[in-house]
């Protein structure tokens, strides 16, 4: 198995983004703090990126709450010289923010109270994504941070922000869009006229459609359009560059189970496609044994001797009870059979763990013949989930260990 050496990778200066993308449930978000935790107490000005809409990265870092403002993170060794902050993106907020910087106090606050511009701010698809992708640029163009980590939405989702700008300004760009953005370009009442000349067929049918008070929204916030949107496109090109250029890294993130894998497989393969830079793949939660010399065949048949002793065990007990009628027990005697079914049943856990084990292997075996160029780095389940800072420190340094 080809190696990923996650501490050179983060040690690198030249490392400034490292995205982590994967399946829902495999632990992708409590790898990107981990990442950022060990990053953070190797020296680095660290700040991580969720995404996921899930909390379980501010309890994990003793955070109450994470939002569209990078937080500092506490109790970080920061010995090195470096330190971490977390923040969790606020999709309409950073929209938001985007129509303040680019339109004068005014219009901004006419398009902020605009029931389309809402809308479209909270729920169009796409918007999650682009406004990652507007999210990560402001957070390199500001240089406060030497290693951005980000964690994309789960599924196969978290690629769709490599398609949100292209997707957002297809909209922008579209025909409708052009079309309704027409009578505000000539201004004024000649716009109106204009409207009713040439567009009140087409008008009118969306009228029927989608209603004449929507329509009006849409009309008066494509007004804008040029003057508070005309970057977009401009700024979500420079954001995809980046995630190509040297100093970016993608870690795949999954777990060793067929479905996972499978996401796995896709996500290198598109990200090939996409000239985005591969570091490897993220393998959590591999079980492992110290007793592989005793194989599952042989706990199994061991265990199922055990149980026959036990119950030859309890037989020999309630005979020998009837004959003595009420006289003290043979130390020791009576435990027996407990003891015996106990360690049956470790036995039975042990050959349970050796096959999932197996098939954990032949998983990653199949993954890494497909793609032998990616490399791998492990990280071993653990015995409950991480809540604190302690548990991502565990987690860093089975990554670092390779």
């Not at 939002?67 to 330190?83: L, M, Q």
Request: a negative charge; one cysteine or more.
């Amino acid at each position: 198995m080809n190696r990923l050496e996650i501490d050179e990778l983060i040690d690198d200066p030249g490392t400034r983004i490292l995205v982590c993308c994967g399946s829902g449930g495999v632990g992708k978000t409590t790898t990107a703090a981990a990442l950022g935790l060990r990053a953070a107490e190797r020296g680095r000005d660290v700040v991580v990126l969720t995404i996921d809409p899930a909390r379980r990265l501010a309890q994990s870092m003793g955070l109450t709450e994470l939002d569209n403002t990078p937080r500092r993170v506490v109790d970080v060794d920061e010995t090195k010289g470096g330190s971490l902050h977390a923040m969790m993106l606020d999709m309409k907020r950073t929209f938001d923010e985007i129509v303040e910087q680019h339109a004068d106090p005014e219009r901004a606050q006419q398009i902020l109270d605009n029931p389309f511009y809402q809308s479209l701010s909270s729920s169009f698809a796409g918007t999650q994504e682009y406004m990652a992708m507007e999210k990560l640029g402001q957070l390199h163009a500001t240089g406060e941070w030497d290693l951005i980590v980000v964690d994309t939405p789960p599924s196969r989702s978290a690629l769709d922000f490599l398609d949100a700008p292209q997707r957002l300004g297809s909209f922008l760009d579209g025909r409708l869009i052009r079309i309704l953005s027409a009578p505000a370009k000539v201004g004024g009442r000649g716009a109106l006229k204009f409207l009713s000349a040439g567009m009140g067929l087409m008008t009118g049918a969306l009228s029927k459609v989608v209603g004449t008070h929507l329509l009006t929204d849409i009309q008066t916030f494509v007004a804008a359009l040029d003057t508070t949107f005309g970057g977009f496109r401009k700024r979500a090109d420079a954001t995809y560059k980046l995630l190509q250029a040297r100093g970016t890294s993608f870690l795949v993130v999954a777990a060793p189970e067929k479905d996972a894998l499978r996401e796995a497989a896709y996500f290198v393969d598109r990200l090939g496609t996409e000239r985005m830079p591969l570091a490897g793949l993220v393998l959590n939660r591999v079980h492992a044994t110290r007793a592989g010399r005793l194989s599952a065949e042989r706990s199994v048949a061991a265990a199922e001797a055990l149980t026959e002793q036990a119950d030859q065990a309890e037989q020999g007990e309630q005979g020998e009870q009837g004959e003595s009628s009420g006289q003290g027990e043979p130390d020791g005697l009576a435990s027996r059979p407990a003891d015996l079914r106990l360690v049956a049943g470790l036995l039975t856990l042990h050959a349970e763990r050796l096959r999932v084990i197996d098939r954990e292997e032949r998983m990653r075996t199949r993954f890494t013949s497909i793609h032998p160029e990616v490399r791998v780095a492990e990280v071993p389940a653990l015995p409950g989930d991480v809540h604190d800072l302690d548990g991502l420190r565990v987690i860093g340094e089975s990554l670092g260990a390779g």
